[in-house]
């Protein structure tokens, strides 16, 4: 059974038939999936399908993509929807110095601010980074992410990278990239990265995995990527959906899927940290 660590569930692209996608996620075995918010309505769309779905659990965050200076009732609303039950983490935040849709002092502004804010909710933090390598480590490191933890998203770096974000105490996510042919850096990372800090993710709906490259990704599809990953590595499919299940349920604080809703709800709520307003 598997996780989806990080899925985009209200993107428009799933309004016809999102229902299905949540169904199909869980005939393929995609046992819990987490919605990841990338501004304020998005991550409050996250948390109402949260609400709505027991095997569903939510982030919020703003994207560098929305970058901008945080104003007090910005931090004000991203604490309070922080604080919901059914939000496991902080994110997804970070550096996107490819697209750079805001300029890069903004993003960098951004995301520390942010950093604090999941430090006060005691959420660890989904992490985005396109070459920013450097600038996110700095940041990452002068904001002492080990405290909290977090996950590098859709990691794309190399090995020497990887290495680096794993002595920072955050998991790598691999997405459906390790699938296509020419993403030797990436396969030689799924290789080699110690599979207790071993996330997988589809970011759906986008970066469908070989055989689906092409289409529109979706939660289900996640079986492709870890197939892929346990051929690298020479383990079944069933050791790397146990321990990446594992991983992110050690990670995100999620409970076991046996577990009742209300109990869900219950265990999850005490481990938050305290607020400080």
């Known amino acids: 059974m598997f996780v989806d660590t990080h899925c985009h569930l209200d993107s428009d692209d799933f309004d016809n038939d999102r229902k299905d996608v949540i169904a199909r996620a869980k005939g393929a075995g995609v046992q819990q999936i987490v919605a990841i918010g990338i501004d304020v309505p998005s991550s ?20 560098p993509h929305n970058a901008k200076v945080l104003t007090f009732e910005d931090i004000q609303e991203l604490l309070s929807l922080g604080g919901k039950p059914q939000v496991v983490a902080y994110g997804e935040i970070g550096l996107d110095f490819f697209r750079n849709h805001q300029p890069q002092s903004v993003q960098v502004a951004c995301m520390e601010e942010q950093l604090n804010l999941a430090h006060q909710l005691g959420l660890p933090v989904v992490i985005h980074n396109r070459q920013a390598h450097k600038e996110i480590l700095q940041i990452l490191r002068k904001n002492e992410v080990w405290r909290i933890g977090g996950a590098m998203h859709c990691f794309s770096g190399d090995w020497s990278f990887a290495k680096k974000c794993l002595d920072l105490g955050l998991y790598l ?10 993403s030797q850096i990436l396969q030689e990372l799924a290789q080699n990265c110690p599979l207790e800090r071993l996330l997988i993710e ?6 469908a995995p070989v055989p689906k490259r092409g ?11 870890a197939e892929k990953i346990a051929s690298l590595r020479k383990l079944s499919v069933a050791d790397i959906a146990r321990q990446t299940s594992s991983n992110a349920r ?14 869900i709800r219950v265990n999850h709520k005490e481990h938050k940290g305290n607020l400080r307003f």
């Open 173 to 182: 996510s691999i997405a459906g990239p390790v699938t296509f042919n020419k």
């Open 215 to 225: 289409k529109r990704n979706e939660p289900a599809f996640l079986v492709y990527t």
């Open 44 to 63: 409050k769309q996250a948390i109402a399908l949260a609400e709505e779905n027991g095997e569903i659990f939510a982030t919020v965050g703003i994207h």
């Open 250 to 263: 050690r990670l995100f604080k999620l409970p076991t899927p046996d577990e009742s809703s209300a109990a």
């Open 202 to 207: 589809t970011d759906s709906p986008f970066l």
